[in-house]
């Protein structure tokens, strides 16, 4: 038997809660699968809507939660991956379409698995989790563009959440100017502790703007989406990089081609999702070596499995700073 957050709808009835399963019950799994025994999970964007219902984020019901995990493999029937080995897990439609890793069992495929980086403990790298990992994907994206340390000022988006908060450290780290986008102005010494040197109040950004304005940043890591992107690009410097990879604020693109055309900059997506092995590998050895894991437990704080129902709506609700890390024997 293992504990499992399970979601369940039954004639539009949402239920949560925290239950024991079988080790039988977990789903097959048809290429080379392995059953990971989970240390920690995390709770992510897209996990708070599942477990709130608040978004039709599941597709098949029942379902465990959970988008990201990390622990040993129990079992495994994948030839990369051997008895006892330590590896991690990041998105895939776990936790949507396949049952996930809020729970002290996984099946999954092993094509799915990155091996965890010397350096980085599983607790540390949920830490970074998903969340981590897209603002790595992020830097990496402005890395591929050229944008340097000398180009000039970055700015993050939604800089005390997961993605944000990950994003500034990595950048300050790596030589950048980072100037932090946050609702949350109290958090301003957090901010500036993790390595940005700016800090600016996000409604200078989330209403609507024009299609063309006055030019400030090299590039943006931009986790907010909708007015808030379209500002961030019309502030963006000629052939500068915005890298969108989030949609807090919404999905929505309420803006002009203005910025792309006569200013000549590049919009990239970040899909941390399906994204292949090849860049999931690179992200997270880039993680071992370039993060400073000081930084990243200012960031991380640690719950219990059952504690995940109460943290994911204050998540959604914006009232979490960073990361949470859910350790599922606890």
Request: proline share 4%.
């Amino acid at each position: 038997m293992f504990k499992a957050l399970q979601l369940s709808r039954k004639d539009d009835q949402f239920a949560a809660k925290l239950v024991e399963l079988e080790e039988a019950e977990l789903p097959l799994v048809q290429e080379n699968p392995v059953t990971l025994a989970v240390e920690f999970s995390t709770v992510n964007y897209k996990d708070a809507l599942a477990l709130t219902n608040r978004s039709p984020v599941v597709r098949k019901w029942p379902m465990v939660p959970g988008i990201d995990g990390a622990g040993t493999v129990a079992a495994s029937a994948h030839p990369g991956f051997v008895l006892g080995a330590k590896v991690i897990l990041n998105g895939w439609g776990v936790g949507e379409s396949h049952w996930g890793c809020l729970a002290q069992r996984a099946r999954l495929s092993g094509d799915w698995l990155v091996a965890l980086p010397q350096g980085l403990s599983t607790r540390q790298a949920m830490a970074i989790g998903t969340a981590g990992y897209t603002a790595m994907l992020s830097v990496l994206a402005l890395e591929r563009e050229g944008v340097s340390p000398g180009a000039g000022e970055v700015l993050v988006t939604g800089a005390s959440g997961g993605v944000g908060s990950v994003a500034i450290t990595l950048l300050a780290r790596l030589g950048f100017q980072v100037c932090a986008s946050t609702g949350k102005l109290g958090e301003t010494d957090y901010l500036k502790e993790l390595g940005a040197h700016a800090v600016i109040d996000r409604a200078t950004l989330s209403a609507p703007g024009r299609p063309l304005q006055k030019e400030r940043f090299a590039a943006v890591v931009d986790s907010v989406g909708s007015h808030t992107l379209v500002n961030a690009c019309a502030q963006t410097r000629y052939g500068g990089t915005v890298a969108a990879c989030g949609l807090a604020q919404g999905m929505d693109f309420p803006g002009s081609v203005a910025p792309f055309i006569l200013r000549g900059v590049k919009l990239i997506g970040i899909d941390s999702v399906m994204a292949p092995f090849e860049q999931r590998a690179r992200a997270w050895a880039r993680l071992a070596s370039d993060l400073d894991l000081g930084k990243l437990a200012l960031i991380t704080r640690g719950i219990a499995l059952e504690e995940a129902l109460e943290v994911a709506p204050a998540l959604l609700d914006g009232q979490i700073r960073g990361r949470v890390v859910v350790d599922v024997n606890a």
